[in-house]
């Protein structure tokens, strides 16, 4: 890229509008890959939530479930959300109908 290329692209990258796109963008990823982890772990979930319907001293057993969802859970959002902020989001000038693609599978 020459260097005036380079300029311009700068300059829109760093734009307010660009800033806030990147936040909205980021904010829907946010989201789609919490779902997607509440998705994937909601039977630890419901499992733990057992352990109020349980009478009895072993119910808090039930409550060590929540440590493995929590953690699927969180892996799923980490992971997911940096593999597509770079791939969708970082080093490009994105335009709001561009939001769809998000949640394309």
Known sequence: ?????RAVF???YRSAA???LRV????????KHALRGLAFSWPLYLLSLAGLALPGD???????????????SAAILLFG?????LEVVQGKILKLRDWSHLFKI
């Open 1 to 5: 890229m020459d260097e005036l290329t």
């Open 10 to 12: 700068d300059a829109v």
């Open 18 to 20: 660009q800033r806030g």
């Open 24 to 31: 909205l963008f980021c904010s829907l990823l946010v989201l």
């Open 58 to 72: 072993y119910a808090w057993l039930f409550y060590l479930l929540l440590v493995p969802a929590l953690m699927v």
């Open 81 to 85: 959300l940096s593999e597509e902020y």
